[in-house]
Structures are given as C-alpha cells and as structure tokens.
C-alpha cells in the first residue's frame, strides 16, 4: 500500500469511541463508546444512525480488578468489546464475570441477554467469536491473564 483516501468520518460517540466493527453483511457498522452506548450506523450514508441501546456498565470499562490489603487494577479498554455470530444475529460482550450473549433485535432495536458464558474470576476485556457449521466457539479473556474457550452448539428447531 503506497497510498490511503478517507471515504467518510463522522462524530459517533460523546466521548471516546472503545470499539468498532463491520456487520456480517458489511453494509452497516457497529460501535461502542464511553457514553455506554452499541450503536449500528449505516455504511452508505456517512453519521447516519440505524438503532442505539445502552449496554450494561461492566461491557465497557473501566475494568476494575481488586484483591487483598486493598489492591486495585484499573484498566482502560483497549481489546474488542463485542464480536458477531456468522450471522449477525447475536453479539457476544464483555462483563465482569465471563462473556453474555445477547439477541439483537430489530423491531425495540435493543440487546436482549440470552446466554452467560461465566467461569471467569475477573473482570473480562476482550472477546471474540468464530463460527463453523453448527457450533460456534467464543474466546473470552480476562484481567488475570486468563482465556476461556467455549464452544456452542447450535439450535435446531
């Protein structure tokens, strides 16, 4: 690459912007911010937003680790915050515990929990999310420098 052209930009967030990411069509972009907001904007149409909900406080940051005799870690985000199945029907998110899933729906525009991926003793601050066939496998990592796989099984009606 010898060169870059900037097709669009736009003020998403009041505050910084944490995380950012294609949709699995690639026709919208999703991002979360320090105003405790996951927001779709529509690809084509520079700033315009498709839906905004809030998301819980412990998906966002700041992370805080504490332990014995007061200890206290505090850490910024910096890793991927959410990550999409191979559909873009659900979004996996940090929490303080482990990783949740949730359903997104178009008709409230909102993040409804449906599945906890727990088994963390920190606070988790990045995730990700791969899917094949029927299963999909979600990485969850935490403060504490440790990594959960998990793998999920698909639902047939």
């Given at each position: 690459m010898?060169?870059y052209?900037?097709?669009?930009?736009w003020?998403?967030?009041s505050g910084e912007v944490?995380?950012?990411e294609?949709?699995?069509d690639?026709?919208s972009?999703?991002?979360?911010?320090e105003?405790g907001?996951?927001?779709?904007?529509?690809?084509h149409k520079s700033?315009v937003k498709v839906s905004?909900?809030?998301?819980?406080s412990?998906a966002?940051?700041?992370f805080v680790?504490?332990?014995y005799?007061?200890?206290k870690?505090?850490?910024?985000?910096?890793?991927r915050?959410?990550a999409?199945?191979s559909?873009?029907?659900?979004?996996?998110?940090?929490?303080?515990t482990?990783?949740?899933?949730h359903k997104?729906?178009?008709?409230?525009r909102?993040?409804?929990?449906?599945?906890?991926l727990?088994?963390?003793?920190?606070?988790v601050?990045?995730?990700?999310?791969c899917?094949?066939?029927d299963?999909?496998?979600?990485?969850?990592?935490?403060m504490d420098?440790?990594?959960?796989?998990?793998?999920?099984?698909?639902h047939?009606?």
């Amino acid at each position: 690459m010898q060169r870059y052209d900037c097709a669009m930009s736009w003020h998403a967030h009041s505050g910084e912007v944490y995380s950012v990411e294609f949709s699995y069509d690639e026709n919208s972009v999703y991002s979360i911010g320090e105003d405790g907001k996951f927001i779709q904007w529509n690809i084509h149409k520079s700033g315009v937003k498709v839906s905004e909900c809030a998301v819980q406080s412990d998906a966002i940051g700041p992370f805080v680790l504490s332990g014995y005799s007061g200890y206290k870690q505090v850490q910024v985000p910096h890793g991927r915050l959410f990550a999409f199945d191979s559909e873009g029907h659900c979004v996996l998110t940090c929490s303080s515990t482990g990783g949740i899933i949730h359903k997104l729906t178009n008709t409230e525009r909102a993040m409804e929990p449906c599945l906890s991926l727990g088994g963390h003793r920190a606070p988790v601050v990045t995730v990700d999310w791969c899917t094949a066939m029927d299963c999909g496998t979600c990485l969850t990592a935490s403060m504490d420098g440790r990594i959960k796989l998990t793998t999920l099984l698909a639902h047939k009606p």
